[in-house]
């Protein structure tokens, strides 16, 4: 067997750690962390390490460093971080999610199944599943939104949630709920309080002693996550276990996944469950996304235009958007992205999961590695004006949709995420038919927090306009 020697054994620059927090006070000062993060690649180098709490981490800050991480040495960095806050959210053990989980031989079954399914290619048949689970749930969608009152402050992004999950039911597992369906609003909200949570920072991941402070909100994510298991074994898999033919084709991910649970020994019954929640909860991603782009869009009327002038151009008026209709969007799918960059959602830490090393330092397994796309989305080394939103940057001049090589929003490598494709697909009809109905105005504060793809669980309100139908 080859022994890996590194190249240098010079230790990485960083910050000198305080006993106890390491160096947790040098980021405090900022919006993100990953701002702080930025602040101090200037002064200890595009790779530098840092300690937090007693975690030793690496900071890596640009694209080819980011690039070693994530795939030549994708392997040796296949771990995640141990946050107590993850263990709670899937029953005790993080290892229990697949997005959380370390690298494992069950966790490359798990992903190669939930591909085929969460991750339709173009012209695969689940694309055109994709897109008539679009279609039919954006009838009940308009019918839902049209009860809402009009040129007054409302709260869309309820509806908006369960018009997600409700995407995300029927193509995962071929249900769907009535809007009004008490259990049903409640899980949308719980899995949505989950996603603005677990898109937060908090010093507890790396203090543990800080623990009993933290207490009643740690038991807050049980309990909200046992909420969402009870619902999705008591509502959807239930039906689905007595329904089921092994004989016949998978109707959809639920069955693949029960057939799976009787092939594979390693396969437990939970983890069908947790799987289904992970995936389940993808849907919150979106609905905070298209929240993110109604944001940008009310900010700068001109965007709202342009993107109806093409859901125009392509329905005519005469009927909503599909997924078919993409190709002829490019400025629609550019607002998509430009959103992406500027929210700028940070990477899940990933964790070295042998000695190795990146560029030559040494890096010791354990050590958390913080993969700092905050740089690669925000820098103006590698964005004109980046402080601007400007989705023209995304289109080429003959007005196709192009992503520079460092864009990568969903990450890269074997741990990246599974769910891209579907959020494409749902956010494109969901912001276009709301566009090609309404023109849409701000009606609250708009706040958006930076380095972060979530708004709070009750966020701004808008106010909704009918459009002219003579102007469709
Ligand atoms: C705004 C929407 C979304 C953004 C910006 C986003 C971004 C990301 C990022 C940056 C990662 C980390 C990859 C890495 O560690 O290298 C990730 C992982 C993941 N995402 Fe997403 N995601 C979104 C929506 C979704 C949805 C809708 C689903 C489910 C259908 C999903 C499923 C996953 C899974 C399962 C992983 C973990 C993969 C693994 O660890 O092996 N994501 N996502």
Redesign the pocket.
């Known amino acids: 067997t080859k022994i890996r020697k590194p190249k240098t054994a010079k230790p990485i620059p960083g910050p000198e750690p305080w006993p106890l927090i390491g160096s947790l006070h040098l980021l405090g000062k900022y919006e993100t962390p990953f701002e702080g993060f930025t602040a101090l690649s200037k002064i200890y180098g595009d790779i530098f390490s840092i300690t937090m709490g007693s975690t030793p981490c690496v900071v890596v800050n640009n694209f080819d460093l980011i690039k070693e991480v994530?795939i030549t040495k994708g392997g040796d960095f296949?771990g995640?971080p141990d946050f107590m806050r993850f263990h709670k959210l899937f029953g005790g053990d993080r290892n229990n999610?697949?997005?959380?989980?370390d690298?494992s031989v069950l966790?490359k079954t798990r992903?190669s199944i939930?591909r085929t399914y969460?991750?339709p290619r173009f012209t695969s048949l689940q694309y055109a599943t994709v897109n008539t689970v679009g279609a039919n749930e954006l009838d009940a969608f308009m019918t839902e939104m049209q009860k809402l009152p009009l040129n007054t402050p409302v709260d869309i992004k309820p509806v908006v949630l369960a018009a997600c999950a409700n995407m995300?039911l029927q193509y995962?597992c071929s249900t769907s709920f009535p809007y009004d369906d008490q259990q049903f609003k409640k899980v949308v909200r719980d899995f949505d309080e989950i996603f603005w949570e677990i898109n937060q920072g908090y010093a507890v991941d790396f203090l543990p002693w800080l623990l009993p402070m933290y207490s009643k909100h740690m038991s807050k994510l049980s309990q909200w996550a046992a909420d969402i298991r009870e619902f999705i074994l008591a509502r959807i898999v239930q039906d689905h276990v007595n329904t089921l033919d092994y004989h016949a084709p998978p109707r959809d991910f639920t069955d693949a996944l029960l057939i799976h649970l009787r092939d594979d020994p390693n396969m437990e019954w939970n983890h069908i469950i947790f799987e289904l929640e992970?995936?389940?909860?993808?849907?919150?991603?979106?609905g905070?996304?298209v929240m993110?782009i109604l944001a940008s869009v009310v900010k700068y009327p001109e965007v709202a235009k342009k993107i109806q002038e093409e859901v125009d151009e392509v329905t005519r008026g005469q009927r909503y958007v599909n997924l078919f209709d993409k190709a002829a969007m490019p400025y629609t799918e550019a607002v998509l992205w430009e959103t992406?960059r500027k929210?700028s959602?940070?990477?899940?830490?990933?964790v070295a999961s042998t000695d190795t090393e990146i560029e030559g330092y040494p890096i010791k397994r354990g050590t958390m590695i913080f993969?700092n796309?905050y740089e690669l989305n925000l820098s103006p080394q590698y964005w004109d004006e980046p402080e601007k939103f400007k989705p023209e940057r995304f289109l080429s001049p003959a007005g196709n949709v192009v992503k520079p090589a460092h864009f990568?929003?969903?990450?890269?490598?074997?741990?990246?995420?599974?769910?891209?494709r579907?959020?494409q697909c749902?956010?494109f009809i969901i912001v276009s038919t709301l566009l090609q109905n309404y023109n849409i105005t701000p009606g609250s504060e708009i706040k958006i927090k930076p380095g972060c793809?979530a708004v709070p669980p009750d966020c701004f309100k808008v106010i909704l306009i009918p459009r002219n139908l003579k102007s469709n």
């Open positions: 994530l296949g995640r999610s697949l997005a959380l989980c690298w966790q992903r939930a969460c991750s995300f995962m992970d995936f389940i909860g993808g849907h919150s991603a979106i905070n996304l993110m992406l929210g959602s940070p990477i899940v830490p990933h993969l796309n990568i929003p969903f990450s890269t490598g074997k741990r990246t995420c599974i769910g891209q579907l959020v749902f956010s793809v």
